[in-house]
């Protein structure tokens, strides 16, 4: 046992070694079925050897066994805990690049063996070095990022830089008889669309009470997010008592199928479905885009730069931006309920709480 954890010191310490020269490489999962098989069988025939030496559970296990588990970690691993920050020199080993069908085709092959039912609605370039994939997996949208030749699911990356100052908590909301909740999101940003879910729930408790708002800020995925800023921004101008009712559609129907074509005249058809469906008038929406959607989004994006908003999502409570304990409908109503100065009874409503989304920002 001494030579061993003698052993695991010495790694340490050349790891840490490794880091101050700048060498230290991060660790990547394989996309390839047969490369992780071949990592597993690796991994058994060391555990085989130190069978004798009970071991404490790692929180470094293999990607692959912890999906098998509960493939819900990738929503709180792959990106819950993994901040993208990337330095040319960790990714100088890789050669080449594939196209967005070849990443997709080899993320499809790895889910149909390690996540049965996963389903990519939709890939993208993210920067030089990595594709940003959406995966829908029992309803609920899991974002993960694959490098660019291919090959790996990227894990363990932490910025190097001066960490940011931690936002004010929902202890630091100014409290107000009638609070305001501005929800700032992108329409096809998948972390907005997390955060929507949630926040309709507490706006359907507490909307008598509080005024509740989502912003439509920015468009960083093209023509079709920018048609569905301006749907969401004039319905809430011709009818904002339907807007949380169309919102929880948006994220349940329309984002799945139209964020994996970026079809904008699937966005339009949709959206136009739904509002009917929900009594909202489709051509007084039409007709508010036409003539004043530009305005709405000029006037979002003025407000973002007003409070210092820089991702998606972010919940502003009072004019202060909130810190919730996560992105849960429980966690939102609790933040907006520090901005009463008299808590009305419905706050004392327990929502659900389980936590599914990843913890990430647009």
Not at 64 to 83: C, V
Not at 111 to 139: H, K, M, V
Not at 228 to 241: D, F, G, L, R, Y
Not at 277 to 292: A, D, H, K, R, W
């Amino acid at each position: 046992m001494e030579e061993h954890e003698s052993e695991k010191g010495n790694n340490k310490g050349k790891k840490e070694e490794e880091h101050l020269k700048g060498e230290y490489k991060p660790e990547f999962t394989p996309l390839s079925v047969t490369q992780s098989t071949k990592l597993k069988d690796k991994k058994e025939k060391h555990q085989e050897r130190h069978k004798e030496e009970p071991k404490p559970n790692s929180n470094k296990e293999n990607l692959t066994n912890k999906l098998r588990e509960n493939p819900w970690i990738a929503s709180t691993i792959i990106l819950g805990g993994i901040i993208i920050f990337l330095l040319s020199t960790s990714f100088g080993g890789f050669t080449g690049q594939v196209t967005e069908n070849q990443a997709t085709e080899n993320l499809n092959n790895f889910l149909s063996t390690q996540a049965t039912g996963a389903e990519i609605t939709q890939i993208e370039s993210y920067n030089n070095y990595l594709f940003l994939a959406d995966i829908l997996f029992q309803g609920q949208n899991i974002p993960l990022y694959i490098t660019k030749d291919g090959k790996y699911i990227v894990q363990g990356l932490t910025p190097l830089g001066t960490p940011e100052p931690l936002e004010p908590t929902s202890s630091d909301i100014p409290k107000s008889n009638n609070p305001v909740v501005e929800l700032f999101i992108w329409a096809y940003c998948p972390y907005g669309v997390q955060a929507q879910g949630p926040l309709a729930e507490v706006a359907s408790l507490l909307g008598n009470s509080a005024d509740f708002k989502a912003v439509l800020y920015y468009d960083g995925h093209g023509a079709f997010e920018t048609q569905q800023n301006k749907i969401q921004s004039c319905i809430q101008e011709v009818a904002p008592e339907k807007y949380w009712a169309y919102a929880t559609g948006f994220v349940d129907n329309i984002y799945p199928k139209c964020g994996a074509t970026k079809d904008i005249d699937c966005d339009k058809t949709e959206s136009v479905k739904l509002m009917n469906s929900l009594g909202i008038n489709s051509n007084e929406v039409l007709s508010c885009i036409s003539s004043i959607g530009e305005t709405l989004i000029k006037e979002a994006s003025d407000r973002a730069t007003e409070l210092g908003v820089t991702g998606s999502p972010t919940l502003v409570i009072n004019g202060v931006k909130a810190n919730p304990a996560s992105r849960t409908a429980d966690a939102f109503k609790i933040a907006v309920c520090e901005g009463f100065n008299n808590l009305p009874e419905a706050c004392s409503t327990t929502l659900d709480d389980s936590t599914t989304t990843a913890a990430g920002n647009c």
